[in-house]
């Protein structure tokens, strides 16, 4: 195991480093941004003035739900079955964490990394799947809760615009169409054996075909594991509804670092307001943009956002030492805590009991 996690390491962080020069491009959208459109001096002078109390409960909520989204992953690998410990549950998932910063494609990077490294393990590759897409699935569900109900709030209890209403009632749908797909790509994966069929019937040569026909052996028999594994997970119900409540928590605890933060310059937001910019934050990543953690994109659109709200003692300078805190928790926070799992996960790996 040892020798695998080193080699996974090097060629996760030979990945990380080429999104690197990607992180000045964020800096320089974000300097630029600062110089037409934002007064410096005056940002200087209000992002340090926020309350130390509240920056530190803003970390403290991060940390927080850091430890709850590894573990609700934590009770769905013991739902498909899957026998291992936290103590490689909780290091895998907060190192992916580094992942989903570093590289951002819908957080999606992270999941790529838990997987690899399961692939390195003995442990079963068809259940690792199956939690890892179970979590996804668990961790979209809050979202999607909450955007909906943030949604019809806002109509009822805040003075938004029909505008305003009616793009997050677009965003709303977008969610759970993005949602639906995915739960139909896990449920009916074998579809995707209609590619390879299509394949074989207009390829020629024996040879290939007989490696297509291989192929589609080993999709099928793996595929059947991985439903077999959702299956088994259904009937855990407690197991799912304890990582159902610790996604639900991490998401709370997640999109209030922002609410936190206002706070902290004594400025009440609406949870609706916070809520609409998380959304449009965690869409933006999945933007096809190697800029870690979004840094200067999801910065300009915060800003602006929280701006166009017209939110009382909102100003510019505001919400960008808002951003900018959001961006030293949730980026470079999270990625020291991601970078400290990693060593952790090596070095545990030569003498790392997996089974629970």
């Known amino acids: 195991m040892q020798n695998n996690q080193r080699q996974v390491n090097e060629e996760v962080f030979l990945s990380t480093s080429r999104s690197l020069p990607f992180l000045l491009l964020g800096f320089v959208i974000l300097g630029i941004y600062v110089y037409f459109f934002v007064d410096f001096k005056k940002l200087i002078e209000v992002i340090t003035r ?3 109390v509240y920056l530190l409960l803003a970390f403290l909520a991060g940390t927080l739900g850091l430890i709850c989204y590894a573990t609700a992953w934590h009770y769905l690998t013991k739902a498909v079955g899957l026998k291992i410990n936290w103590k490689f549950t909780y290091p895998l998932t907060l190192s992916s964490v580094f992942f989903n910063v570093m590289i951002p494609s819908a957080a999606l990077s ?8 399961i692939s390195k393990s003995p442990l079963p590759l068809e259940e690792g799947i199956a939690s890892i897409a179970l979590h996804r699935v668990i961790a979209i569900l809050p979202f999607i809760a909450g955007l909906t109900i943030g949604t019809f709030v806002s109509w009822f209890f805040s003075p938004v615009s029909t505008q305003m ?26 579809k995707a054996l209609k590619i390879i069929k299509f394949v074989e019937k207009i390829v020629k040569v024996k040879r290939v075909r007989d490696k297509l026909e291989k192929i589609e052996e080993d999709f099928l028999e793996k595929i059947e594991k991985f439903k077999n594994s959702l299956k088994k997970a259904g009937k855990e119900k407690r197991e799912l509804l304890l990582s159902i409540t610790y996604a ?3 998401w709370f605890l997640d999109i209030n670092v922002i609410t936190i933060l206002f706070y902290g310059f004594n400025v009440n937001v609406p949870f609706f307001a916070v809520l609409f910019v998380y959304t449009v934050t965690i869409l933006l990543q999945s933007a096809p943009l190697m800029v870690p ?3 200067g994109f999801a910065d300009l659109i915060r800003t602006e956002f929280f701006n166009l709200l017209g939110i009382p003692g909102v100003t510019r300078e505001v919400a960008l030492s808002v951003s900018l805190l ?5 980026v ?5 805590i991601g970078f400290f799992a990693l060593l952790i996960l090596n070095f545990q790996a030569k003498n790392i009991n997996l089974e629970s």
């Open 248 to 250: 639900f928590l991490y």
């Open 50 to 52: 926020i309350s130390k």
């Open 332 to 336: 470079f926070y999270y990625s020291l």
């Open 293 to 295: 953690g979004m840094i």
């Open 110 to 117: 992270g999941e790529v990394y838990r997987t690899y490294v």
């Open 326 to 330: 959001t961006d030293a928790i949730v």
């Open 165 to 190: 209403f009616l793009l997050l009632i677009f965003l709303t749908i977008f969610s759970a169409a993005v949602f639906t797909l995915f739960l139909l790509f896990m449920f009916k994966a074998e």
